[in-house]
C-alpha cells in the first residue's frame, strides 16, 4: 500500500495500491498496441486531445492546486502557479510541435525534399515531488502530441497529484492505452524501466540520472531525456544591496530551496559591497514567513517534503560546517511545527573546500572572492552545470559570463530560478544529458526522417547512361 502525507501536518493525502511487475507488463503491452493507432491520427486529431485535457486542467484548478499544496507543502499560491504552468504548457508545446517537429517540403528538380518527424513509441515518464504535476506534464504532454503513448509514474511522495493528473487525461478521452498512470517507488520504477520501452524521460536528482547513464549505455535504441539538479552559482557583484539581496533570497530559498534551479552558492567580492550584501540576504532571510500552506497570511515558502528529507539536509549541512564553514545563519527547526520545517541557512565557505553536491534544502554557502578572474573560476568549479546568474550592472562583466560560464540557464539580475516554457530548460555536466526540457522537449519526443520524393521512377536511368558497359 502507497501513502503520501502533508507533510506540514502529517495527516494522510492519499492512499493506494502499487503497481508490481504483472501490472507493469501489462501497462506496457496495452501502450505498445496502443501506439499504431495513435501515431497513425493527424496531428489535428492529437492538438484536439491536449485541448481537452487543458479543459479539464481549467475546470479543475483550485482543486488541483490544493492537491499540490497538501501533498508537497506548497503554499497555495505555489500551488496555483503550478496549475497555471500545466495550463500554459500545452499552447507552448503545440506550437512547438509545429516548429520544431512539424513537416517541411523543399521543391528539388526531381520532385521534393521533405522532412517529417515521427514518434519514438512508448514512453516512460518518471515524475519528481517537487513540482509534481509541472514537471512531469511537460514531457508527458509533447510526447502525446508527437505521437507516443505514455505509462506515466509519480513521484512515490507525490501520487495524489499524480492521480489527479490521470483524471483529466481521462476526461480528454483519449484512446485505452495511449495514457495511462501507474504507483509506485522504486520496484516500480524499475520494472518500467527494464521493460520494452522506446524512451525514458526523467526529471529528478544527479544521482539517479547517472544510474540511468549506467543502465541504458547498452540500449542505444531507447531515448533517454534527462532533467537533473545543480549545485547552481550565483554571482552577484555590483549594484544596490537591497535589490541585490531580494534576487539572491529568491534564487536559494522559493519552494524550500526545492528548485533543481535555485543557487546553492553565492560568490561575492571580497570588499565592502561584498560585506553589506551577505549582511542584507542574512537578515532578509530572517523575515520570511514560513507556515502550513493555506495559513494566512500566506507564507514565503512551506516545509521540506518530508521530515526524513530534513533530516538528511540537517546531516548534509553540520558535514559542511565539519568542513569548517562558518555559521552566518544556521539550518534549523522550528518549535512547534513538524520536522519538514526548517529555516533557511546561510553558511561561509570562503576558503574551505566543501563537496560538489546538491543540498535540495534552502541552504545557501557564500564564497568571498578577490576579483571577478576568481568569481568565474568558483562558479565553474562544479561537475554540474544547469543554472548560474550574475547580479551587475556592468555590461561587459555580463559579456564575459555569458561567454565562459557553463550552465543552460544564464541569467541576468534576475533569479537563478527564473525559466519560461518558452525557452529550453537543460544543463550540461550532471545536470542533464544534453536534451533540454521545456519548448525543446518536442526534439527527444520525435525523431526526423528525411525523405527524396518523385512521383514516378522516369529519369532515373538517364542517371546511369554512358557509365554502363556494352
Not at 104 to 112: D, I, L, R, V
Not at 147 to 165: D, W
Not at 449 to 462: K, L, M, R
Amino acid at each position: 500500500m502507497l501513502q503520501s502525507f502533508d507533510p506540514a501536518t502529517g495527516d494522510l493525502v492519499w492512499e493506494g495500491e502499487t503497481a508490481g511487475q504483472d501490472a507493469v507488463t501489462a501497462a506496457l503491452l496495452r501502450a505498445r498496441k496502443a501506439f499504431p493507432g495513435w501515431a497513425a491520427l493527424p496531428v489535428e486529431a492529437r492538438v484536439e486531445a491536449v485541448l481537452r485535457f487543458k479543459a479539464a486542467l481549467e475546470s479543475r484548478k483550485d482543486a488541483l492546486a490544493e492537491t499540490i499544496s497538501r501533498e508537497t507543502g506548497k503554499p497555495r499560491w505555489e500551488g496555483l502557479a503550478e496549475v497555471g504552468s500545466m495550463i500554459g504548457k500545452v499552447g507552448i508545446s503545440i506550437t512547438a510541435q509545429a516548429e520544431r517537429a512539424g513537416e517541411k517540403h523543399t521543391e528539388m528538380p526531381f520532385g521534393q525534399a521533405v522532412l517529417r518527424h515521427r514518434p519514438h513509441g512508448v514512453m516512460v515518464v518518471l515524475g519528481p515531488f517537487n513540482f509534481p504535476g509541472h514537471l512531469p506534464n511537460g514531457h508527458i504532454v509533447p510526447a502525446l502530441l508527437a505521437g507516443n503513448t505514455v505509462v506515466f509514474k509519480p513521484s512515490e511522495m507525490t501520487p495524489a497529484t499524480g492521480a489527479a493528473m490521470a483524471e483529466c487525461w481521462a476526461e480528454a478521452g483519449l484512446p485505452e492505452g495511449v495514457f495511462q498512470i501507474l504507483q509506485g517507488a522504486r520496484e516500480t520504477g524499475e520494472a518500467l524501466v527494464s521493460g520494452h520501452i522506446d524512451g525514458l524521460l526523467f526529471t529528478g536528482s544527479a544521482g539517479a540520472g547517472a544510474h540511468f547513464r549506467r543502465i541504458f549505455a547498452d540500449r542505444p535504441d531507447v531515448i533517454l531525456a534527462l532533467e537533473l539538479g545543480g549545485n547552481n552559482p550565483l554571482i552577484a557583484w555590483d549594484g544596490n544591496v537591497d535589490e541585490a539581496a531580494s534576487i539572491v533570497v529568491q534564487s536559494a530559498f522559493v519552494t524550500t530551496g526545492q528548485r533543481c534551479s535555485c543557487a546553492r552558492r553565492l560568490i561575492v567580492p571580497d570588499n565592502t559591497f561584498g560585506t553589506a550584501l551577505v549582511a542584507a540576504v542574512d537578515d532578509l532571510a530572517g523575515k520570511l514567513a514560513i507556515g502550513g500552506w493555506d495559513e494566512t497570511p500566506e507564507p514565503y515558502f512551506g516545509p521540506l517534503i518530508s521530515d526524513a528529507a530534513a533530516a538528511a539536509a540537517k546531516d548534509r549541512v553540520a558535514g559542511l560546517v565539519a568542513h569548517g564553514a562558518k555559521v552566518i545563519r544556521p539550518f534549523e527547526g522550528i518549535h512547534g511545527r513538524s520536522g519538514a520545517f526548517v529555516t533557511p541557512a546561510l553558511l561561509d565557505v570562503t576558503g574551505v573546500g566543501v563537496p560538489d553536491e546538491e543540498i535540495f534544502a534552502p541552504v545557501l554557502q557564500v564564497r568571498r572572492v578577490g576579483d571577478f578572474d576568481a568569481a568565474l573560476a568558483a562558479a565553474n568549479h562544479t561537475r554540474f552545470g544547469l543554472s548560474a546568474g550574475l547580479v551587475s550592472g556592468d555590461d561587459a562583466l555580463w559579456q564575459r559570463f555569458l561567454r565562459e560560464c557553463r550552465a543552460g540557464v544564464v541569467n541576468r539580475n534576475r533569479p537563478t530560478t527564473g525559466a519560461a516554457g518558452s525557452m529550453p530548460f537543460g544543463g550540461l555536466g550532471d545536470s542533464g544529458n544534453h536534451r533540454p526540457s521545456a519548448y525543446y522537449a518536442a526534439d527527444y519526443c520525435a525523431y526526423p526522417v528525411a525523405s527524396f520524393e518523385a512521383g514516378s521512377a522516369a529519369g532515373n536511368s538517364g542517371a546511369l547512361t554512358g557509365k554502363l558497359r556494352a
